[in-house]
């Protein structure tokens, strides 16, 4: 027990010296933020939610409000694709690819634009196997959801990386 704790009592000034810290709340350059997304848009509100945990922001829900808000955020387009990449000899898909795209604009109420018309797109390789033909939707539903997850962290990033309005 002691030992632990000495080795961690050892630890913690090395990462403090070399920089690591622990990746806290975006710092936004606005203060207030309506997102326009479909309703049943998954990763508008999944953008939604993950917004409305940071402190600092306050989240414009309606379109009434949208010109109080410092800034809006248009998602332009999201889409999923799926294409086969490999096929055995006797041409059964042995291989996809997923792909998510998502396509958004940051402007100011009045026009101004942030960030331009900007697409993000992630590829994830599975295989496929005809006997497991469940499994491998469920694992595709997984692989969807968690690139789904990583746009919205993206999307999080870029708008954390516009200094000023």
């Known amino acids: 027990m002691q030992r632990r704790l000495l080795l ?7 990462l403090v010296a070399c920089g690591f810290k622990l990746r806290g709340a975006p710092d936004l350059a606005f203060r207030s933020l309506y997102v326009n997304a479909g309703e049943h848009s998954p990763v508008g509100n999944e953008l939604k ?6 402190d600092s922001l306050s989240l414009i829900t309606d379109s009434a409000q949208q010109k109080s808000a410092d800034a809006v955020l248009d998602i332009l387009s999201e889409a999923r694709e799926k294409t086969v990449v490999g096929v055995n000899t006797s ?4 291989e996809f690819q997923l792909r998510s795209r998502l396509q958004f604009r940051l402007r100011t109420p009045q026009g101004k634009e942030l960030i331009p018309a900007t697409e993000l797109l992630l590829n994830r390789d599975i295989s496929f196997n005809e006997s497991a033909v469940l499994a491998k939707e469920a694992e595709e539903g997984l692989m969807y959801r968690d690139m789904q997850s990583d ?3 993206q999307l999080i990033r870029r708008l954390a990386a516009v200094k000023s309005l």
């Open 91 to 94: 041409g059964q898909v042995t």
């Open 8 to 14: 961690a009592a050892c630890a913690a000034p090395v």
């Open 49 to 54: 939610r993950n917004l409305a945990a940071i």
């Open 151 to 153: 746009i919205v962290q």
